[in-house]
């Protein structure tokens, strides 16, 4: 009978299958009955109803098999379900937060107090909620920190029916956001009031009839469940149920620094409308939307095999990977490393390499610097020749300076002495002129009177005439002479003038040549100085070189002795247990960055608090292990199709090969290529004719197959990608 059954396929399901088989059972069952098989006939139409049905049977008995094994689940609600078969609680979103300023723009009277859950406006309408509040005391002017958290606090009730396993909808949570829970380490974000006393929220229900409740995070729509009186209480019918919970955007509640600025509603103290001033100085960091299938399927085996223990490496990594904290975000990816040497632990094996190569840069910098300071001595020593050389020609213009001045002095003594002589002269004549002035007046007179008095007998009248005119001649003479001694006297004071004027420029030119002299002797004690310095400093860099090399020798020597120490206690013979976590998280674009320190230190208390004793855990942010890729890019775009519009999709489809990527995992150009080259059959991009891509760095990393292999502790990540383009015309190949 078994071998009457191996005709039929039982793993082709399929509406083909079926049908084929169905037209075969016909052909050797009723071959002697039914041969019509025209496509119009009422026996094919029966066959395809039957195979059309099987199908269909088929896709759902598929589906139901499938979502009952997790490494097949297809769906949220089947991989929630089923890792809740082994204790494994799906993670929740996380709320991205960011630390505000807040300062007050005037001074009051009275206390002015910022509660927590304080709403703040964020970009595009996003909201933020203060987790701490503070107060301004009378006359404060201070500026206070808060940090705030993305999303808004809300409020669902519901009414007991008294029933056992009650589970309620919640509803009312805003489109495209998703409630933040209870992080890995315990922090809840959700009260729920039972006719007003606040319940407890457990992972799972726990066996006892406790006031205890359980949020279904990943339920569409999330969920509040009760107990049945054996793990947990049963709500009393008719009792309110009150839940407050915090609704947030995850991984897309992200602000950059100084776009929180304004608060969502004044804030009013009394009857008072208080003015603040609010500024975000950094961006916002974490957010992370609910835990995905493919998530759940990696985490949830890894976490049932720890026991709630963390002993070996996988419990370590399946604990870090789905690690969720309320405030600070989630872990993306992680590795643990049972750390037996220097060269198995990343966090040492990248700082020593970070040494050794900041040594081996060391010494042509500073070999490169020596050679710079030999060739600023030279033109050191250059500069002090040429200032001796300034300073003899200096000494040389000092000194027929104080020649000229010299001569000068002496002409101005000439001068002075002719200028007294002038002087003397002047005075003398204009002495003398008086008295024959007076003289004059005299004879004047006494001629005068005599002609009068004459008798003209005795006296001719020729004679008188002659005499009158002598005088009149005498007088002139008289006239010419006094004003040629005044101009005498008017040039022998403007000559003594001047001599003054030369004596004051002589005494300037005088002490300016003293300056001058000063001046040159300390620029020769300067240069002196520098020649003596630089000899110092061509003897010291000559020394330095020789320091320099020793050091890098002593260096690579501590570097080899470090690698020694930690081998001798890290080896297996020593048993040592230290287990190094190296972890990354997302950035809002969903590439991987090194976690907050906060992220980091909440999940070594939750590994510290789940270790094997003996273990030593060391959190680690993997910013060393990340590895850039640089990849170029040629697209040829066909005519008609926008380049820039081309190019984009092309990149974004390169960008997402490189989101999530796992430790270890080589990016190999297929990856690359998948999204994007032409295929006949299934064109991914529009007005792609063909593309070229080339990995070209990290610079020394690249296979002989174009491919980025790296270390096993090592993860890619984005870096740069150079995409160009060409236009082409259609290809007329295979039409």
């Known amino acids: 009978m078994a071998t009457q059954l191996t005709r039929v396929r039982y793993a082709g399901l399929d509406f083909d299958t079926h049908e084929d088989e169905i037209l075969a059972r016909l052909q050797v069952k009723f071959a002697s009955v039914f041969n019509d098989f025209a496509v119009s006939s009422l026996g094919i139409m029966l066959v395809d109803i039957f195979s059309f049905g099987l199908d269909t049977i088929s896709f759902y008995l598929d589906r139901r098999a499938t979502d009952n094994f997790l490494v097949t689940s297809r769906t949220l609600a089947s991989a929630t379900r089923l890792a809740r078969q082994l204790g494994y609680k799906p993670g929740p979103a996380s709320a991205s937060s960011v630390d505000v300023q807040i300062s007050l723009d005037d001074t009051y009277s009275f206390p002015v107090t910022v509660p927590i859950g304080f709403q703040l406006l964020g970009p595009g309408g996003l909201i933020f909620e203060t987790q701490e509040s503070i107060t301004f005391s009378i006359g404060d002017t201070a500026t206070y920190t808060v940090t705030a958290s993305e999303g808004e606090t809300l409020t669902s009730v519901f009414f007991s029916d008294g029933t056992a396993n009650q589970v309620f909808d919640i509803g009312n949570v805003p489109e495209s956001k998703f409630i933040v829970g209870t992080g890995t380490n315990g922090q809840s974000q959700v009260t729920v009031e039972v006719d007003g006393t606040e319940w407890d929220e457990q992972e799972f229900l726990q066996f006892g009839e406790t006031d205890q ?29 009150r839940v407050t919970y915090f609704a947030s955007s995850g991984v897309n509640g992200t602000a950059t620094a100084g776009t929180v600025t304004q608060s969502v509603q004044p804030l009013v103290v009394g009857f008072d409308s208080i003015g603040l001033n609010i500024n975000n100085s950094e961006g916002a960091s974490g957010g992370s939307d609910p835990e995905d299938v493919n998530s759940i399927k990696a985490n949830a085996p890894g976490v049932f095999k720890s026991r709630t223990v963390n ?27 049972n750390v037996r040497g220097s060269s198995d632990d990343a966090f040492l094996s990248s700082r020593l390499t970070n040494i050794r190569s900041e040594s081996a840069a060391f010494v042509p910098t500073v070999e490169t610097a020596v050679d710079a300071v030999a060739v600023d001595t030279t033109s050191i020593a250059t500069s002090v020749a040429e200032a001796q050389v300034d300073d003899d020609s200096l000494a040389t213009d000092i000194a027929d300076i104080a020649s000229a001045e010299d001569a000068a002095r002496v002409a101005n003594e000439i001068i002075r002495t002719s200028s007294g002589i002038i002087t003397t002269t002047a005075s003398a004549a204009a002495g003398e002129l008086g008295t024959i002035d007076v003289q004059h007046d005299n004879i004047v007179t006494d001629i005068t009177a005599a002609a009068d008095a004459a008798d003209p007998i005795k006296i001719g009248a020729t004679v008188r005439v002659a005499l009158l005119g002598y005088l009149t001649t005498m007088d002139t003479a008289r006239i010419s002479a006094v004003a040629k001694t005044s101009e005498i006297g008017a040039q022998s004071s403007t000559v003594l003038s001047n001599v003054t004027t030369i004596t004051t420029e002589l005494d ?130 066909l005519t008609g199709y926008s380049e820039a519009t081309v ?84 290809s007329l190949i295979g039409q």
Do not use: M, W
């Not at 409740?213 to 149920?241: L, M, N, Q, W």
């Not at 002993?311 to 490393?337: H, M, P």
């Not at 999530?660 to 998948?674: I, K, M, N, V």
């Open 647 to 730: 190019r984009s999709q092309v990149e974004a489809a390169i960008l997402d090969v490189l989101r999530g990527r796992a430790f270890g995992a080589t990016l190999r150009l297929s990856e690359l290529y998948a999204p994007v080259a032409p295929e006949p059959d299934d064109i991914q991009i529009e007005g792609v004719e063909y593309v070229n891509i080339s990995i070209i760095g990290p610079a020394g990393r690249i296979d002989s197959n174009g491919n980025l292999p790296v270390e096993e502790f090592e993860v890619v990540t984005r870096g740069t990608i150079a995409v160009t383009s060409e236009v082409v015309e259609k």
């Open 213 to 241: 409740f359980e949020i279904g995070y990943t339920d569409e729509p999330p969920t509040v469940r009760f107990g049945d009186a054996i793990a947990g209480k049963i709500p009393e019918s008719s009792a309110e149920i």
């Open 508 to 637: 300037d030119i005088d002490a300016k040549a003293i300056t001058a002299e000063a001046r040159r002797s300390s620029i020769r004690a300067d240069v002196d100085a520098i020649d003596v310095s630089n000899t110092s400093i061509t003897s010291t860099t000559s020394t330095l070189l020789i320091d320099v090399g020793a050091t890098d020798n002593n260096i690579s020597d501590l570097v080899q002795e470090v690698d020694d120490h930690v081998d001798s206690f890290l080896s297996n013979e020593c048993k040592s247990n230290l287990i190094e976590v190296p972890v990354l998280t997302l950035d809002s674009e969903g590439f991987y960055v090194v976690p907050t320190n906060g992220l980091q230190k909440s999940l070594q208390a939750y590994l510290d608090g789940a270790k094997e004793v003996t273990q030593v855990v060391k959190v680690t942010g993997a910013d060393n292990q990340l590895v850039a890729s640089e990849i170029t890019v040629l697209v040829g775009i």
């Open 311 to 337: 002993v070996t490496l996988e419990d370590y990594k399946a604990r870090a990977q789905s690690f969720v904290d309320s405030i600070f975000g989630a872990i993306a990816v992680a590795r643990a490393i």
